[in-house]
C-alpha cells in the first residue's frame, strides 16, 4: 500500500526567502517513508509532501535474523520510485537528502549487503540509526509541543513510541530530559514472537500482555511515583487511533485521548482479524499486524502509571531528521544543555569532583571558541568536549591507578541522552587523552575512527590538558583567560592571579599533546587588570 498526501507544515515561514528543498527517507521494520520539505534561510521548516509503502523489513530481521532478497528488491523499487519524485522536486544532491534506517536494519546480519545493493542501485547512502540516536532525533521532533505547553514545560512527561522493532523512552521534568532509554519490545516483534510460539487464537491476547507487562514494569521503575505525569505517545498506530476517534484532529496541537475511548478501541482492534482489518480501515497487511499490539502497550503502560488519559504527538522521526537538517547539524543551545546535563548526572553517580569537572568544561569552551583558526572543528564538537570534560576523571571510582582507561571504559559503556554510539565514543577518547600517552593507533577505539575522526579526537584531548592544567589547583580560581599568538607560540593571559607556578609546572607535564597536535607551544602569563 502506498500514500502521498500532502501534511500540515511544522512551521511556516513569516516572510519570502530564499529557501533550499530537502528530503529525508525513514526505513523502518514495516514501511520506507519519505518526507519532502523546504527549508528558508531563517532555519524554518514547511514540509510540502510526505509519503509512504509498505515494506515488512522487520518480519525478516526478526524471524530469520537477515532480510531477504526479494524485500531488499521491494525496498529498492520504493526508493526508485522516491527517487523520481524527489528528481521533480529537483533534489538531486546528496547532501539534500538523508536516508536512516532503524532496528529492522541494524540488527539484520546482512544490512551491510543491504546498504550496498541500496547504494549501487538508487545511489542512497543509508545510515543505520543507533538507539542514542533514534531517542535523540524523536526529542527534537517533539520538543516544540514541549516548549509550548506551560504544564508540560513545568511538569513530568514521559515520552514514548512503540515502534515496530523497539520502544523508545524519554522522561522530563522542568523541562529537562531525566532520563532515556530504548527497549526491545516493538509491535511487530512482538507479533513475531506470538506467531512463532504457534499459540491458541484464545491465549494469544494473554499471552501478549505478559510480554508487555515486563516491559512496563522496567519502565515503572524508573518512573518514580513523586507527583503527577503525563503520557506523550507517539508513532503511526497511536495516530490512527485518534483519528478514528477523534475524527477532526489536524496533529497541530497534541490529541487528549480518555483512557475509556482508547481501550475500547483497541479491544475492537484486536477482536478482529488482520483481514477484516485491512478491509475495514484501508491499511495494508503491515499496518494491520501492528497495530493491535502497539495499542494494547500503550493502554498497559498507562494503566500501569494510573492514568485517565493521554496525550497524542503528529511529531515522528521525519520531523526531527528535517530540524537537524535546518539545524545544518549543529546542536541548539537547548538540546547542547540536555546532553550536558546527562552527562553532570552520570558524573555523580560516580562521586566525581562536580566543582572541578564543570570548571575544566568551561574553560575547554571557551579555549574552543578563542581558538576556532585552530582547530577548525564543527560546533557539535564543543559539546563532545564539554562531555569529555565533565567526565574526565570518573575512572577514579575504580582506581587511581590508570584512572584515564577506567573513565573510557565507563563513558562508553554507559548511556547519555543524545550521543550515539559514534559520539559517545569520541567523547571517551577525549577523556581517556587527557593524561598520559598520546593517542596511538594501536588503542582500542582510537584504531576504529577514520581520518578526520582520529584528528578531532587529538585536537580536543590537547584543549583538555591546557584546561585541566588551569585548575591544577583545584580551587577553580582562573575564571578569565585570553588568548593571542606571538611568533610560533600559543599564550594564555590570566589576569588577578599572582602565582601560575603550579599550573606552568601541570602545563609542562600535559602541553606536549597540544603542540603535538597544533604545532604551537603553550606559554602561561599573568597580567595585572
Same mark, same amino acid.
Given at each position: 500500500?502506498?500514500?502521498?498526501?500532502? @501534511?500540515?507544515?511544522?512551521?511556516? *515561514?513569516?516572510?519570502?526567502?530564499?529557501?533550499?528543498?530537502?528530503?529525508?527517507?525513514?526505513?523502518?521494520?514495516?514501511?520506507?517513508?519519505?518526507?519532502? *520539505?523546504?527549508?528558508?534561510?531563517?532555519?524554518?521548516?514547511?514540509?510540502? @509532501?510526505?509519503?509512504?509503502?509498505?515494506?515488512? #523489513?522487520?518480519?525478516?530481521?526478526f524471524i530469520s535474523g537477515a532480510i531477504s532478497k526479494a524485500t531488499i528488491e521491494d525496498c529498492v523499487r520504493v526508493l526508485k520510485s522516491y527517487r523520481r519524485i524527489l528528481k521533480e522536486y529537483q533534489i538531486e544532491n546528496p547532501a539534500q537528502v538523508r536516508v536512516v534506517a532503524t532496528s529492522a536494519v541494524r540488527e539484520a546480519t546482512n544490512r551491510l549487503a543491504f546498504i550496498d545493493r541500496i547504494y549501487i542501485a538508487t545511489g542512497f547512502q543509508v545510515e543505520p540509526l543507533d538507539e542514542?540516536?533514534?531517542?535523540?532525533?524523536?526529542?527534537?521532533?517533539?520538543?516544540?509541543?514541549?516548549?509550548?505547553d506551560p504544564t508540560l514545560g513545568q511538569g513530568r512527561a514521559l515520552v514514548t513510541e512503540v515502534g515496530g522493532g523497539s520502544t523508545e523512552l524519554l522522561l522530563v521534568k522542568g523541562g529537562d530530559v531525566v532520563y532515556s532509554h530504548t527497549y526491545r519490545l516493538g509491535s511487530l516483534r512482538l507479533r513475531e514472537t506470538l506467531e512463532a510460539l504457534r499459540a491458541p487464537t484464545l491465549k494469544v491476547r494473554n499471552i501478549m500482555e505478559t510480554h508487555i507487562h515486563r516491559t512496563v514494569a522496567e519502565i515503572a521503575e524508573h518512573v518514580s511515583r513523586d507527583g503527577p505525569i503525563e503520557l506523550i505517545a507517539l508513532g503511526g498506530d497511536v495516530r490512527f487511533a485518534v483519528r478514528q476517534l477523534q475524527p477532526e484532529w489536524d496533529g497541530r496541537i497534541l490529541a487528549r485521548l480518555p483512557m475509556k475511548g482508547l481501550e475500547e478501541f483497541t479491544n475492537k482492534i484486536l477482536g478482529q482479524s488482520e483481514d477484516r482489518i485491512v478491509r475495514k480501515y484501508r491499511l495494508s497487511y503491515p499496518e494491520a499486524e501492528t497495530l493491535g499490539p502497539a495499542l494494547l502497550a500503550y493502554v498497559l503502560l498507562a494503566k500501569e502509571l494510573e492514568l485517565s488519559s493521554v496525550l497524542v504527538s503528529n511529531a515522528n522521526l521525519r520531523d526531527g531528521l528535517l530540524t537537524e537538517m535546518a539545524a545544518s547539524d549543529a546542536w541548539s543551545k537547548e538540546f547542547s544543555k540536555q546532553i550536558v546535563r546527562s552527562a553532570?548526572?552520570?558524573?555523580?553517580?560516580?562521586?566525581?569532583? @562536580?566543582?572541578?569537572?564543570?570548571?575544566?568544561?568551561?574553560?575547554?569552551?571557551? #579555549?574552543?571558541?578563542?581558538?576556532?583558526? @585552530?582547530?577548525?572543528?564543527?560546533p557539535r564538537y564543543e559539546v563532545i568536549l564539554q562531555i569529555a570534560a565533565l567526565l574526565h576523571e570518573i575512572g577514579l571510582f575504580v582506581s587511581n591507578r590508570s584512572y584515564h582507561k577506567h573513565s573510557l571504559y565507563l563513558i562508553r559503556n554507559s548511556e547519555l541522552f543524545g550521543l550515539g554510539k559514534k559520539d559517545l565514543l569520541l567523547a571517551a577518547l577525549v577523556a581517556r587523552y587527557h593524561r598520559r600517552a598520546s593517542p596511538q593507533p594501536t588503542h582500542e577505539g582510537y584504531n576504529m575512527l577514520d581520518r578526520d575522526e582520529r584528528v578531532a579526537v587529538a585536537k580536543m584531548a590537547a584543549i583538555l590538558r591546557v584546561a585541566d592544567a588551569l585548575d591544577e589547583s583545584r580551587s577553580q580560581r582562573i575564571h578569565e583567560i585570553q588568548t593571542e599568538r606571538e611568533g610560533d607560540r600559543l599564550v594564555i593571559s590570566v589576569p588577578m592571579v599572582e602565582d601560575l607556578s603550579l599550573e606552568n609546572l601541570a602545563l609542562k607535564q600535559n602541553g606536549a599533546l597540544f603542540e603535538e597536535t597544533f604545532g604551537t607551544p603553550v606559554l602561561l602569563r599573568m597580567v595585572s587588570k
Amino acid at each position: 500500500m502506498s500514500t502521498r498526501t500532502l @501534511e500540515t507544515p511544522i512551521s511556516t *515561514a513569516t516572510a519570502a526567502a530564499p529557501a533550499r528543498q530537502v528530503a529525508v527517507i525513514d526505513i523502518g521494520t514495516s514501511s520506507v517513508r519519505m518526507a519532502v *520539505a523546504e527549508i528558508t534561510a531563517a532555519g524554518q521548516v514547511r514540509q510540502l @509532501e510526505t509519503l509512504a509503502q509498505a515494506v515488512n #523489513l522487520g518480519k525478516d530481521a526478526f524471524i530469520s535474523g537477515a532480510i531477504s532478497k526479494a524485500t531488499i528488491e521491494d525496498c529498492v523499487r520504493v526508493l526508485k520510485s522516491y527517487r523520481r519524485i524527489l528528481k521533480e522536486y529537483q533534489i538531486e544532491n546528496p547532501a539534500q537528502v538523508r536516508v536512516v534506517a532503524t532496528s529492522a536494519v541494524r540488527e539484520a546480519t546482512n544490512r551491510l549487503a543491504f546498504i550496498d545493493r541500496i547504494y549501487i542501485a538508487t545511489g542512497f547512502q543509508v545510515e543505520p540509526l543507533d538507539e542514542a540516536e533514534v531517542i535523540r532525533i524523536t526529542f527534537l521532533g517533539v520538543q516544540p509541543f514541549l516548549l509550548s505547553d506551560p504544564t508540560l514545560g513545568q511538569g513530568r512527561a514521559l515520552v514514548t513510541e512503540v515502534g515496530g522493532g523497539s520502544t523508545e523512552l524519554l522522561l522530563v521534568k522542568g523541562g529537562d530530559v531525566v532520563y532515556s532509554h530504548t527497549y526491545r519490545l516493538g509491535s511487530l516483534r512482538l507479533r513475531e514472537t506470538l506467531e512463532a510460539l504457534r499459540a491458541p487464537t484464545l491465549k494469544v491476547r494473554n499471552i501478549m500482555e505478559t510480554h508487555i507487562h515486563r516491559t512496563v514494569a522496567e519502565i515503572a521503575e524508573h518512573v518514580s511515583r513523586d507527583g503527577p505525569i503525563e503520557l506523550i505517545a507517539l508513532g503511526g498506530d497511536v495516530r490512527f487511533a485518534v483519528r478514528q476517534l477523534q475524527p477532526e484532529w489536524d496533529g497541530r496541537i497534541l490529541a487528549r485521548l480518555p483512557m475509556k475511548g482508547l481501550e475500547e478501541f483497541t479491544n475492537k482492534i484486536l477482536g478482529q482479524s488482520e483481514d477484516r482489518i485491512v478491509r475495514k480501515y484501508r491499511l495494508s497487511y503491515p499496518e494491520a499486524e501492528t497495530l493491535g499490539p502497539a495499542l494494547l502497550a500503550y493502554v498497559l503502560l498507562a494503566k500501569e502509571l494510573e492514568l485517565s488519559s493521554v496525550l497524542v504527538s503528529n511529531a515522528n522521526l521525519r520531523d526531527g531528521l528535517l530540524t537537524e537538517m535546518a539545524a545544518s547539524d549543529a546542536w541548539s543551545k537547548e538540546f547542547s544543555k540536555q546532553i550536558v546535563r546527562s552527562a553532570t548526572d552520570l558524573g555523580r553517580k560516580f562521586n566525581f569532583d @562536580e566543582a572541578h569537572a564543570a570548571h575544566v568544561a568551561q574553560l575547554c569552551s571557551t #579555549l574552543f571558541n578563542r581558538l576556532k583558526e @585552530e582547530h577548525q572543528l564543527s560546533p557539535r564538537y564543543e559539546v563532545i568536549l564539554q562531555i569529555a570534560a565533565l567526565l574526565h576523571e570518573i575512572g577514579l571510582f575504580v582506581s587511581n591507578r590508570s584512572y584515564h582507561k577506567h573513565s573510557l571504559y565507563l563513558i562508553r559503556n554507559s548511556e547519555l541522552f543524545g550521543l550515539g554510539k559514534k559520539d559517545l565514543l569520541l567523547a571517551a577518547l577525549v577523556a581517556r587523552y587527557h593524561r598520559r600517552a598520546s593517542p596511538q593507533p594501536t588503542h582500542e577505539g582510537y584504531n576504529m575512527l577514520d581520518r578526520d575522526e582520529r584528528v578531532a579526537v587529538a585536537k580536543m584531548a590537547a584543549i583538555l590538558r591546557v584546561a585541566d592544567a588551569l585548575d591544577e589547583s583545584r580551587s577553580q580560581r582562573i575564571h578569565e583567560i585570553q588568548t593571542e599568538r606571538e611568533g610560533d607560540r600559543l599564550v594564555i593571559s590570566v589576569p588577578m592571579v599572582e602565582d601560575l607556578s603550579l599550573e606552568n609546572l601541570a602545563l609542562k607535564q600535559n602541553g606536549a599533546l597540544f603542540e603535538e597536535t597544533f604545532g604551537t607551544p603553550v606559554l602561561l602569563r599573568m597580567v595585572s587588570k
